[in-house]
T-cell receptor, first 113, second 118 residues
Framework: QQQVKQSPQSLIVQKGGISIINCAYE??????FPWYQQFPGKGPALLIA?????SEKKEGRFTISFNKSAKQFSLHIMDSQPGDSATYFC????????????FGSGTQLTVLP | GAVVSQHPSRVICKSGTSVKIECRSL??????MFWYRQFPKQSLMLMAT?????????EQGVEKDKFLINHASLTLSTLTVTSAHPEDSSFYIC??????????????FGNGTRLTVT
């Protein structure tokens, strides 16, 4: 059972455009939602994360929007650049636990120059 | 920032041999490290949770005797793929959390090891 569903699987955006990646979850016990960026042949790197007590968090060109009632969260990349081309994973972690993250299936983003 | 060093980055071995992958936290101590496996264009699949000074906890379907994990110190965990076969070829990634940080602190990932078994 996939606990965190991510879409789309791939995304192509023109330079300067907005990239939007969506994730949905079922388990209300999740309380921490990070996004990771992964370049080919590299490990994932934390991009931005949010707790469910806020609806939006912005860091530079990256924004997480969180809808607790809908159990959905999304990553918005403003002014997308070719250097943003990578695979993006959303993830979720259970409350009060040092357990591992549950990852979404990933979105391969390509930003055209 | 916290750095997790994984070594080697690439390894090619013959079928039937064993390969050891090291995961080190360079500037923090980690009581818990996680080992993931990633197939091309797929997500990260947790293999096991490595706990310093105790036995690792393996996810369902992961063979304990094939993927040996040792977490002998607060800065080092190793994954040994024993009697490797071509189907073990994959990208293996470790991650760690600073023992001094809260449970919601971010996981720091290594750069992964590309294992190819011929």
């Amino acid at each position: 059972q996939q606990q965190v569903k991510q879409s789309p699987q791939s995304l192509i955006v023109q330079k300067g455009g907005i990239s939007i990646i969506n994730c949905a979850y079922e388990n209300t016990a999740f309380d921490y939602f990070p996004w990771y960026q992964q370049f080919p042949g590299k490990g994932p790197a934390l991009l931005i994360a949010i707790r469910p007590d806020v609806s939006e968090k912005k860091e530079g060109r990256f924004t997480i929007s969180f809808n607790k009632s809908a159990k959905q969260f999304s990553l918005h990349i403003m002014d997308s650049q070719p250097g943003d081309s990578a695979t993006y994973f959303c993830a979720a972690k259970y409350a009060g636990s040092a357990r591992q993250l549950t990852f979404g299936s990933g979105t391969q983003l390509t930003v055209l120059p | 920032g916290a750095v997790v060093s994984q070594h080697p980055s690439r390894v090619i071995c013959k079928s039937g041999t064993s390969v050891k992958i090291e995961c080190r936290s360079l500037d923090f101590q980690a009581t818990t490290m996680f080992w993931y496996r990633q197939f091309p264009k797929q997500s990260l699949m947790l293999m096991a949770t490595s706990n310093e000074g105790s036995k690792a906890t393996y996810e369902q379907g992961v063979e304990k005797d094939k993927f040996l994990i040792n977490h002998a110190s607060l800065t080092l965990s190793t994954l040994t793929v024993t009697s490797a076969h071509p189907e073990d070829s994959s990208f293996y990634i470790c991650s760690a959390r600073d023992r001094g940080a809260s449970y919601n602190s971010p996981l720091h990932f290594g750069n992964g090891t590309r294992l190819t078994v011929t």
